[in-house]
């Protein structure tokens, strides 16, 4: 009874307060008290709600006859659509909050919305070595799922809520891709409703051309409504090395090396100033040594990034072992880094014991309570952006972003890129090995202006012939944006299949001007 008079007595002092100081002002000066006891319950009991449902759903065996009906009901909508006199164009019903992405689409509001509530696993099939999934299926689910009975993605992108569709239609990556590639390159078959409302089915031997147009399209030449994607076999850990290095040369030229050699099913570089970085490599076994063996994804452990930045600061080397589906979402419990700037406090160990069960919150609620202010902060005094560049190019990329930004950790991770026919491939004919240069938080520059300093960089992706992910804000303009990305075929399609009057064009979805 008193601790319910006190919990009581604390809520009706914090309530007083809001009502003295004013919403707004709380949620922008004080987020992690709003955060610490609004959001973090509300993200747990979201969690379960999906988990539960997934896994009734599953093994109930009801979600193929559900999906069926659920691809006819996006039909339906289509066509209604199209008779109704294809006023406007269309887009997904998914609310723009629930997205990953931290800007929410101003064309939800003036899109005909087609609800897609499709989120679950259709089929593990272990004979072709595909598992058939829904596009709003996400990480989260398909590691429970896959690593439970023995397999996994080849790729598996990081964070718990990025789903099917999102990595489909965008695209995404993970510390295996110097090997497997991107996301789309495990991809075997796509399904989709086109602007007519008819079903089809490509891959690369029945309609190669959308196959290959598909990935980073943003869901501009269809409704995507089922993928197969590739799996393989699984090992219950991750052995995992920690190389801290000196020198920016150094560093680039031991992330080549580690990038290079096939022999590492995992390659990862956290690089904490210009001259001082930790090259992780890993591989998968069945054999922990128990002396070596650590928990990362337990509530009450250190945050992964910290953890790292301690082999930095030591000086040493080292070896572990990982369960591999806490490695996978090594950084989910701190969003990478970006945790840091909302709960300051989140690492300290007396938080992580009482509340770090609950960590993080969902991205999708912060966006929707974020409000105007912060969205504006955000903004101005925030940098939020993955720059794919060619690995011969690392060295330069890294000085630029030390020089128009400052922002560090930096996510440095390396993939293959095969050549192709689709919007993003290399400029020759051969694979190429490129890195995605993940930087997230606070500018330390003093000269940082977001529009002029995004465009800096984005000028010399293009230079170097790389590329945006298209998540983050897209300050090129038009013209631009084609000289980055390979629009040859995905034009031509979008004119084929009739796009042009149901869907926009990916810039249109995807530029500064069409976000908030």
């Known amino acids: 009874m008193d601790a319910l008079l006190y919990v009581g007595g604390a809520l009706l002092t914090l309530l007083l307060w809001i009502r003295v100081k004013g919403l707004d002002y709380v949620i922008v000066h004080q987020r992690w008290v709003f955060v610490c006891l609004f959001l973090l319950p509300l993200s747990v009991l979201f969690d379960v709600y999906y988990h539960v449902r997934a896994w009734l759903i599953f093994k109930m065996c009801s979600a193929p006859k559900l999906h069926d009906q659920r691809v006819r009901d996006v039909q339906r909508q289509v066509r209604e659509w199209r008779k109704d006199g294809a006023k406007t164009h269309m887009c997904t019903g998914r609310p723009g909050w629930l997205t990953v992405s931290l800007r929410v689409g101003k064309y939800k509001k003036t899109h005909k919305n087609i609800m897609i509530n499709m989120m679950d696993i259709l089929e593990v099939d272990t004979k072709r070595q595909v598992v058939r999934v829904e596009p709003l299926a996400n990480m989260g689910q398909v590691t429970a799922l896959l690593t439970s009975i023995g397999w996994t993605l080849p790729v598996l992108p990081e964070l718990d809520d990025l789903t099917v569709g999102g990595l489909v239609m965008g695209t995404g990556i993970e510390s295996s891709s110097h090997i497997y590639g991107l996301f789309q390159h495990i991809c075997v078959a796509y399904e989709l409703v086109l602007a007519d409302g008819s079903l089809v089915r490509c891959t690369e031997e029945d ?23 590739k799996i393989v076999p699984a090992k219950a850990w991750v052995k995992l090395h920690y190389e801290p290095v000196r020198g920016l040369e150094n560093i680039c030229r031991r992330f080549a090396a580690a990038s290079e050699d096939k022999r590492n099913t995992f390659v990862e570089g956290l690089q904490y100033g210009r001259d001082a970085a930790v090259v992780m490599t890993g591989t998968m076994t069945d054999h922990p040594e128990p002396d070596k063996v650590n928990r990362i994804g337990l509530h009450f452990k250190p945050w992964f990034f910290k953890h790292v930045e301690g082999y930095l600061q030591d000086d040493r080397a080292g070896v572990e072992y990982i369960p591999l589906r806490q490695y996978y979402h ?39 309570t974020q409000g105007e202010t912060i969205r504006r902060l955000y903004e101005q005094h925030h940098v939020v952006q993955d720059m794919l560049v060619p690995m011969k190019d690392l060295q330069a990329a890294i000085a630029r972003f030390h020089q128009d930004v400052e922002v560090y950790p930096l996510w440095l991770c390396p993939f293959l890129l095969p050549p192709g026919r689709g919007m993003v491939h290399p400029k020759g004919q051969e694979a190429e090995l490129y890195v995605d240069i993940g930087a997230y938080g606070e500018p330390r520059v003093k000269h940082f202006e977001a529009k002029a300093t995004t465009r800096q960089l984005e000028k010399f992706v293009r230079e170097v012939h790389g590329f945006q992910m298209l998540y983050a804000d897209v300050y090129m303009d038009r013209g631009e944006f084609w000289e980055m990305f390979d629009g040859r075929m995905y034009h031509r399609l979008r004119d084929e299949l009739g796009c042009k009057e149901a869907f926009p064009e990916v810039y249109d979805k995807v530029c500064k001007a069409a976000r908030h």
Do not use: Y
């Open 207 to 229: 309609n190669p051309d959308l196959f290959h147009a598909v990935p980073w399209s943003c869901g501009t030449l269809g409704f995507l409504v089922a993928a197969e994607v």
């Open 330 to 368: 090594r950084h989910t419990r701190s969003i990478f880094w970006e945790i840091q700037d909302i709960i300051p406090f989140g690492n300290n160990a007396m938080f992580r014991w009482v509340f770090g069960w609950m960590v993080p919150p969902k991205i999708s609620l912060l966006k929707l």
